[in-house]
């Protein structure tokens, strides 16, 4: 016997009543150039990124020194903790808080306000279109080393191992 399924619009309003996220932003003005410093500012996120700084630090010390937000700025352009869909005055920035990719910066977008990027660092009661995962998290460093000095004791090297699975097989 297969489930009932579900209509499309009660999902919808279950997911507007019970979804959560915590959002910081970076505003630059609504000019052509404003635009051009935002697609520099995610340039250089991404390679601050690659370089091994993890996305949330990098997003955040970037809101702080170059976003036009008064006030969001002073606290890394976090937009607010666990914001319920609808509380974001800027329908563009709402939808982004619920649809960008969980832990990438998304943008430019453009608001009555600005241009902005976007990076959504927790998004909880949607967990199966973020592949189980709410929040961006950092890798502890620790473990990674403690992984560099276990694996030449059992044969491995740290790039042949894989994460998610179990040990049977070594």
Same mark, same amino acid.
């Not at 009932?4 to 619009?9: A, Y």
């Not at 890798?139 to 040990?167: M, Q």
């Given at each position: 016997?297969?489930?009932?399924?579900?209509?499309?619009?009660?999902?919808?309003?279950?997911?507007?009543?019970?979804?959560?996220?915590?959002?910081?932003?970076?505003?630059?003005?609504?000019?052509?150039?404003?635009?051009?410093?935002?697609?520099?500012?995610?340039?250089?996120?991404?390679?601050?990124?690659?370089?091994?700084?993890?996305?949330?630090? *990098? !997003?955040?010390? %970037?809101?702080?020194?170059?976003?036009?937000?008064?006030?969001?700025? $002073?606290?890394?352009?976090?937009? =607010?903790?666990?914001?319920?869909?609808?509380?974001?005055?800027?329908?563009?920035?709402?939808?982004?808080?619920?649809?960008?990719?969980?832990?990438?910066?998304?943008?430019?977008?453009?608001?009555?306000?600005?241009?902005?990027?976007?990076?959504?660092?927790?998004?909880?009661?949607?967990?199966?279109?973020?592949?189980?995962?709410?929040?961006?998290?950092?890798?502890?460093? *620790? !473990?990674?080393? %403690?992984?560099?000095?276990?694996?030449?004791?059992?044969?491995?090297? $740290?790039?042949?191992?894989?994460? =998610?699975?179990?040990?049977?097989?070594?």
């Amino acid at each position: 016997v297969k489930p009932p399924l579900v209509p499309r619009r009660l999902y919808k309003d279950w997911v507007a009543l019970n979804a959560r996220s915590t959002t910081r932003h970076i505003m630059r003005p609504r000019t052509p150039a404003g635009r051009q410093e935002c697609i520099a500012l995610k340039t250089e996120l991404a390679a601050a990124q690659a370089a091994g700084a993890f996305v949330v630090d *990098a !997003f955040a010390a %970037a809101a702080t020194d170059q976003s036009a937000d008064a006030d969001s700025a $002073p606290s890394g352009g976090l937009l =607010g903790t666990r914001l319920r869909q609808g509380t974001c005055t800027l329908p563009e920035l709402d939808r982004a808080c619920f649809c960008s990719p969980l832990g990438r910066v998304t943008g430019p977008l453009e608001t009555s306000l600005g241009w902005h990027l976007v990076l959504v660092e927790e998004r909880i009661g949607l967990e199966m279109h973020d592949s189980g995962m709410s929040r961006v998290v950092r890798a502890p460093l *620790a !473990f990674f080393e %403690a992984l560099d000095k276990i694996c030449p004791r059992v044969g491995l090297t $740290p790039d042949s191992v894989k994460f =998610g699975g179990d040990f049977d097989d070594l």
